[in-house]
């Protein structure tokens, strides 16, 4: 995919809600807004066109069937959805899990990205693929079956080299690291709350 950013921008500019952007209230115990993150979720998955390879399609579906899992949660109780956190508990009062299963599951999409980006930014001599790698290991692999693991490891080998990557997201290689940093901090405390809020025994079906 070329790349077609104005001079001196960077992919970060054409994604329609950056994780920068989603509000997280910290005197409601860190709840997490139900609109803009879904918006920075599905932003996020425009990172694996940039990555550039057919191989990722199955990482991009999987996160955005679990986006709209949650979405169609939303759509359905809007009142009682407006947080991520009062969207799980209140379909789980309902004994549905839906919307809830597709959060644990974007979550760990989520996790995997941040920390496969976090480990290639603060190691410059790694190749991409040697990060995703890493990371997919400690995030969705354990979860994954004998079926899915294959078609995540085509996409980890099929990664671009790493001075192709970060040329995609923009021109000027220093800006592109500044705007990723902000992106990637948001983008690793969003990942940090739920983590932390998921794994409450409330949480749970």
Same mark, same amino acid.
């Given at each position: 995919m070329a790349t077609t950013y104005p001079p001196g921008g960077t992919?970060? /500019?054409t994604v329609k809600k950056s994780f920068v952007d989603v509000p997280v209230d910290a005197s409601? /115990?860190?709840a997490i807004s139900t609109t803009e993150f879904l918006e920075a979720a599905e932003s996020l998955t425009t990172l694996f066109d940039v990555l550039g390879s057919a191989a990722f399609k199955p990482v991009k579906n999987d996160m955005l069937g679990n986006v709209k899992k949650i979405r169609d949660r939303q759509l359905a109780a809007p009142a009682l959805s407006?947080? #991520?956190q /009062? #969207?799980?508990l209140n379909e789980l009062k309902e004994k549905k899990h839906t919307a809830t299963e597709g959060l644990v599951w974007l979550n760990r999409g989520l996790d995997f990205t941040a920390q496969a980006l976090r480990h290639n930014t603060s190691n410059s001599s790694k190749e991409l693929s040697d990060s995703f790698r890493e990371a997919y290991g400690k995030t969705l692999k354990p979860h994954h079956s004998f079926v899915v693991k294959p078609l995540f490891? %085509? %996409?980890m080998s099929a990664t671009p080299y790493r001075k192709d990557f970060y040329k995609k997201l923009g021109d000027d290689d220093s800006k592109v690291q500044a705007e990723l940093e902000k992106w #990637? %901090? %948001?983008?690793e405390k969003a990942v940090g709350v739920l983590n932390g809020f998921l794994a409450r025994k409330e949480a749970k079906w």
């Open positions: 992919f970060f /500019d409601k /115990d860190s407006e947080t #991520l /009062d #969207l799980v490891s %085509a %996409a #990637l %901090a %948001a983008l």
